[in-house]
């Protein structure tokens, strides 16, 4: 049983506009959410991150919604750039076990200039 | 370059043989984990130190997996009896437990191919 999806594979932009990635979980012990950026060749790299007691957390262009009710994060970035095309793992976490993660298994994002 | 590293970066072995994997943590960090990556899937955990304490093994983790911490510095994962599915990418990361928001810092990763 997958506690943490990302429903799509992968997602592609037109660099300037709007990227939106979506994660669903459905442990209801998870209270604390994070996304990490992964390049080839590169571990997993911390991007933003909100908490259960918060429905957004904004991040220079990076912005994490939570939906609590509907289980459901999302992941916004804006104007996308070429930069930002990686892979996005969304992860949760209970807040008391801080540094056991569960990991969706990404979406793959491309900003083509 | 003080993130953390992990050595070898690359492992080809034949099945039923031993590795071994280090993993270097940032310095002042107390905390070190280990994940595996399969092709397709995002990281899964295998086990976690607080210094040289192991504190969490996954069922992932089968008796053919040990993990060490000798002096809360360095880890090492070693897989006994290597098989085919244990063909991944093995990560490591290091975090100051410094309350619920930490961060975990991640190193490149080990990957492994099992012939």
């Known amino acids: 049983d997958q506690q943490v999806k990302q429903n799509s594979p992968s997602l592609s932009v037109q660099e300037g506009r709007i990227s939106i990635l979506n994660c669903d979980y459905t442990n209801s012990m998870f209270d604390y959410f994070l996304w990490y950026k992964k390049y080839p060749a590169e571990g997993p790299t911390f991007l933003i991150s909100i908490s259960s007691i918060k429905d957004k957390n904004e991040d220079g262009r990076f912005t994490v919604f939570l939906n609590k009710s509907a289980k459901h994060l999302s992941l916004h970035i804006v104007p996308s750039q070429p930069g930002d095309s990686a892979v996005y793992f969304c992860?949760?976490?209970?807040?008391?076990?801080?540094?056991?993660?569960?990991f969706g298994d990404g979406t793959t994002l491309t900003v083509k200039p | 370059d003080t993130g953390v590293s992990q050595d070898p970066r690359h492992k080809i072995t034949k099945r039923g043989q031993n590795v071994t994997f280090r993993c270097d943590p940032i310095?002042?960090?107390?905390?070190l984990y280990w994940y595996r990556q399969t092709l397709g899937q995002g990281p899964e955990f295998l086990t976690y130190f607080q210094n040289e304490a192991q504190l969490e093994k996954s069922r992932l983790l089968s008796d053919r997996f040990s993990a060490e911490r000798p002096k809360g510095s360095f880890s090492t994962l070693e897989i006994q009896r290597t098989e085919q599915g244990d063909s991944a990418m093995y990560l490591c990361?290091?975090?100051?437990?410094?309350?619920?928001?930490?961060?975990?810092?991640f190193g490149p990763g080990t990957r492994l191919l099992v012939l």
């Open positions: 990361a290091s975090s100051l437990a410094d309350g619920p928001q930490e961060t975990q810092y």
């Open positions: 310095s002042e960090h107390n905390r």
């Open positions: 992860a949760a976490r209970p807040y008391t076990n801080a540094g056991k993660s569960t």
